[in-house]
């Protein structure tokens, strides 16, 4: 097994709305591929964000321009006999993504270059995706030997059955605008507005009030696990609590006064 050469940058933009995060993972010479020590390092970076009551949104992108994550460690995978050695290890992927899907904030995800395996399960957990015009994207899993699993599980809620069979049972890769057509990403964009284009995503998301946010992403996350009439409930349930936390006074009076004029 190889030694970690990863870097995990966070870099923290405050603006008068709170703080924007960038998180930057930087194993850019193997095209940011993610071994246990990556992913267990990763994944306490954004339980530590998800504890700054300030904190509004959070970019994720990988280093380099080549990739986002091009998938989990080969080399640590290939070195693994026994069962509990690939619990464990696949254990580490998930417990990632569902760091970033426990996040209270909308997670942005930057996606250049390839974005493979381990890595379109990540880019799958967050909240949006925004590609690059060369972005790949692909499931290569079966063909070293292993399914795609984990959360590989929420590919079927973003591009359907049909879709995400060809990704897991072909192995092939996808291109950005297939990308897009299928909605496995949001926005497709050249590389040189990369940039831009996330900022936009950023600016919007910051214009909305901060609990009101919060509140409509942890609502999304309860709709995943329930039924039509169940999901219905639990709005009624955060539009209360909204109305109770008292957010709203402020920019709705403030509409209402510009009506008025």
């Known amino acids: 097994m190889t030694a970690s050469t990863h870097k995990i940058e966070i870099r923290r933009e405050r603006r008068p709305q709170g703080v924007v995060a960038h998180v930057v993972f930087d194993n850019a010479r193997r095209l940011n591929v993610l071994g246990p020590p990556a992913l267990r390092e990763l ?27 091009g998938g989990a460690d080969i080399n640590h995978m290939a070195a693994m006999r026994q069962s509990e050695e690939g619990r464990a290890f696949i254990t580490l992927v ?14 942005i995800c930057r996606l250049e ?19 690059t015009d060369d972005a790949h994207f692909g499931m290569p899993e079966v063909k070293v030997g292993v399914p795609s699993v984990v959360e590989a599980a929420l590919l ?11 990704l897991l049972l072909t192995a092939e890769n996808i291109g950005a605008a297939k990308a897009e057509a299928w909605g496995l990403v949001e926005e497709v964009v050249p590389a040189a507005k990369i940039a831009e284009a996330v900022e936009r995503c950023v600016h919007s998301i910051v214009e909305g009030t901060p609990l009101a946010v919060r509140a409509q992403k942890r609502l ?18 955060a539009f209360a609590q909204s109305v109770s936390d ?7 009076t403030a509409f209402v006064n510009r009506k008025k004029k």
């Open 156 to 166: 079927p809620r973003l591009i359907g059955w049909g879709r995400t069979s060809w």
């Open 220 to 237: 999304m996350r309860r709709w995943e696990r329930l039924s039509l009439d169940e999901a219905v409930q639990a709005g009624i349930d």
């Open 43 to 69: 994944t306490q970076t954004f339980h530590a964000l998800a504890g700054e009551d300030d904190l509004r949104v959070v970019v994720f992108s990988g280093a380099g321009g080549r990739a986002f994550i």
């Open 94 to 107: 998930h417990k990632l993504c569902q760091s970033i899907r426990d996040c209270p904030v909308p997670v």
């Open 113 to 131: 270059g390839y974005t493979l395996g381990a890595g379109l399960e990540v880019a799958a957990a967050c909240d949006m995706r925004i590609a």
């Open 246 to 252: 008292g957010e709203h006074i402020e920019p709705m």
